[in-house]
């Protein structure tokens, strides 16, 4: 095992359990074997630039973060509002999370995938700017 390999797959690990997600869950949304997935968390093994990417895209997170990322940095602060945007952002990612694996087992085309995700996303902008207006007083 390399320290390289064991850095990875700890800062691996410390993103999964951040998401309070297991092992199977990371696996089946990553489309490998819990195994392989262990394999990197126990520095016996290194995912592919592929699987590095699909990590870090999953865990919202650049490749540099991913790759260079202190295994004792916290992601981002939660105090406030910056608490109730994550938990916001931890659900979304989850919603997502289960999006992609419904569309993977489900089999949908890429058309439909595309106008479920131009859907979701006018439907957040429109949320987003509801709660605008309502801070600025304009629905009263």
């Not at 089946?28 to 990197?40: F, H, S, V, Y």
């Not at 295994?71 to 919603?95: C, I, K, M, N, P």
């Not at 979701?120 to 605008?132: A, D, G, K």
Request: aromatic fraction near 6%.
């Amino acid at each position: 095992m390399s320290a390289k390999a064991g850095q990875l797959g700890q800062k691996i690990k410390l993103l999964r359990q951040r998401k309070k997600i297991t092992q199977e869950k990371l696996a089946r949304i990553l489309n490998i074997n819990r195994t392989t997935l262990a394999n990197w968390e126990n520095g016996r093994a290194e995912p592919d630039t592929e699987q590095l990417r699909k990590i870090a895209l999953y865990f919202n997170i650049t490749l540099d973060e991913l790759l260079d990322m202190p295994e004792t940095t916290v992601l981002y602060s939660r105090t406030g509002t910056d608490r109730a945007v994550g938990q916001l952002r931890e659900s979304a990612e989850q919603e997502w999370s289960s999006f992609l694996l419904f569309a993977r087992e489900t089999g949908l085309g890429p058309q439909t995938l595309r106008e479920i995700i131009e859907w979701q996303i006018s439907t957040s902008l429109n949320i987003c700017q509801y709660i605008n207006k309502t801070k600025a007083g304009g629905n009263k």
